[in-house]
């Protein structure tokens, strides 16, 4: 049984920081996948950022240069460092795990990030 627990979410002001924490229990967390959506009021829910077990990472467009996703496999934690915060990044933050295809994804329960202008 997969269990991700999120964590770090809050309120910030543009241009700050925050940094998500996503604690993962069950085996085989080193050479999982593992990312973040988010997903904000009226929106579609959107991959946030990936690493491989390998630590290949992919970022959406939108957060590119600013986000940086990583991963603490001996804690079998994975981050997500937030920097340059604007307001339209204000959304419910999920830390995901990928499944073996065609299941997805496990989730998280989701913490908040609010960014104030």
């Known amino acids: 049984q997969v269990q991700l627990v999120e964590s770090g979410g809050g309120l910030v002001q543009a241009g700050g920081s925050l940094r998500l924490s996503c604690a993962a229990s069950?085996?085989?967390?080193?050479?999982?996948?593992m990312g973040w959506y988010r997903q904000a009021p009226g929106k579609q829910r959107e991959l946030v950022a990936k690493?491989?077990?390998?630590?290949?990472?992919n970022y959406a467009d939108s957060v590119k240069g600013r986000f940086t996703i990583s991963r603490e496999n001996a804690k079998n934690t994975v981050y997500l460092q937030m920097n340059s915060l604007k307001p339209e990044d204000t959304a419910v933050y999920y830390c995901?795990?990928?499944?073996?295809?065609?299941?997805?994804?496990?989730w998280g329960q989701g913490t908040q990030v609010t960014v104030s202008s």
């Open positions: 069950g085996s085989t967390f080193n050479i999982a996948t």
């Open positions: 995901v795990r990928e499944r073996a295809p065609p299941l997805g994804y496990y």
């Open positions: 690493i491989s077990g390998t630590g290949s990472t």
